[in-house]
């Protein structure tokens, strides 16, 4: 608290008086980076062009943002994981807030159930945040590389990549359950049923 009072040029107790003591100071902190970070992707995710690339700038800007204030991004992660009232959770919920906007409207479109609007806008973040946790950590790749992973994913979906025809191939590989299968798979499993 010292050395930011020294940085900023006012005393400590004008330091303690606006943000009460370091807890204030660090949600303070964690609030303006979540902030950033909203704009950021909430900007690319509003930009106009095809649903493709409107999905790979918007990861773009997210790993763009996070490559580019490194430490901030790990401090925002890490006080999310030791306060319960940070910037952190509200930081998923808002983003995932404004992916499932976007994302009913162009479900409702397309002619589409938006119902899945919600989970999916959820599990998108889930993704991306995981996915560029990884990359942050391990470097293995260059920053389009990852994106273009995480957009063939998102975009495409498993099968996209392969996986369903790598299966395919493999005469002794279980079937990917469909709607059709749930009778049977209730059969089988009734309590995952009756969760699922």
Not at 42 to 50: I, V
Not at 133 to 160: H, I, P
Request: proline residues 5%; charged residues 20%; contains cysteine.
């Amino acid at each position: 608290m010292d050395e930011i009072a020294a940085e900023a040029g006012i005393t400590k107790p004008i330091l303690y008086s606006h943000f009460g003591d370091k807890a204030g100071l660090v949600r303070a902190l964690a609030g303006r980076v979540a902030d950033q970070l909203n704009r950021t992707v909430g900007e690319a995710l509003s930009s106009s062009g095809e649903p493709r690339a409107v999905v790979s700038s918007t990861i773009e800007a997210f790993c763009t943002f996070i490559e580019s204030e490194t430490e901030l991004y790990r401090f925002l992660v890490q006080t999310a994981r030791l306060e319960s009232d940070a910037a952190g959770p509200r930081l998923l919920t808002d983003i995932g807030s404004q992916i499932s906007v976007t994302l009913g409207g162009a479900l409702r479109r397309a002619g589409a159930d938006s119902g899945a609007a919600e989970p999916w806008a959820f599990a998108i973040v889930g993704m991306t945040f995981g996915g560029a946790a990884w990359w942050l950590q391990r470097r293995t790749m260059a920053k389009d590389d990852l994106v273009e992973y995480l957009t063939r994913l998102l975009w495409s979906g498993l099968s996209g990549a392969g996986l369903d025809r790598a299966a395919s191939d493999d005469p002794a590989a279980e079937p990917v359950p469909t709607v059709q299968d749930r009778p049977r798979i209730a059969a089988v499993h009734p309590v995952a049923h009756r969760s699922g």
